[in-house]
């Protein structure tokens, strides 16, 4: 619905560069699912209709990997911000793709854990 589609022309802008040197190239579209069954559904359909999917994180990449250089649908993932499991006798955090280091930090505070910058290893939800 309204609220978790946009198609102004600031909202494609700002989803269409990062932090790199790479002119901006906004998508067609920028849609916010909350949910993994609304990203499958989003993504067949794109699929079907052979549009391009840009995924869109918190835009500080420096690669231009969020430029959307053929138009497309932007998934900009930040409002899938859960935690979902944390175990401390494995050091293993799930997470969806909407948190960001600060936050997990946050989480993790007080419990002796904290998530450092180029962490390899990262999985989601």
Same mark, same amino acid.
């Given at each position: 619905?309204?609220?978790?589609?946009?198609?102004?022309?600031?909202?494609?802008?700002?989803?269409?560069?990062?932090?790199?040197?790479?002119?901006?190239?906004?998508?067609?579209?920028?849609?916010?699912?909350?949910?993994?069954?609304?990203?499958?559904?989003?993504? *067949? /359909?794109?699929?079907?209709? $052979?549009?391009?999917?840009?995924? #869109?994180?918190? @835009? %500080?990449?420096?690669?231009? !990997? =969020?430029?959307?250089?053929?138009?497309?649908?932007?998934?900009?993932?930040?409002?899938?911000?859960?935690?979902?499991?944390?175990?401390?006798?494995?050091?293993?955090?799930?997470?969806?793709?909407?948190?960001?280091?600060? *936050? /997990?930090?946050?989480?993790? $505070?007080?419990?002796?854990?904290? #998530?450092?910058? @180029? %962490?390899?290893?990262?999985? !989601? =939800?």
């Amino acid at each position: 619905g309204t609220p978790n589609v946009s198609t102004a022309t600031a909202v494609r802008e700002q989803h269409g560069h990062d932090e790199s040197m790479h002119p901006c190239a906004p998508p067609d579209v920028v849609v916010w699912p909350q949910a993994v069954g609304q990203v499958q559904e989003l993504a *067949a /359909l794109c699929h079907r209709c $052979r549009v391009p999917m840009v995924p #869109f994180g918190t @835009g %500080t990449g420096l690669e231009g !990997g =969020v430029n959307a250089v053929q138009g497309g649908v932007c998934f900009d993932l930040s409002r899938m911000d859960a935690i979902a499991e944390l175990s401390l006798e494995d050091f293993s955090v799930t997470v969806e793709p909407g948190v960001t280091r600060k *936050a /997990l930090n946050k989480h993790l $505070r007080g419990t002796g854990l904290w #998530f450092p910058v @180029g %962490t390899v290893g990262v999985r !989601g =939800v």
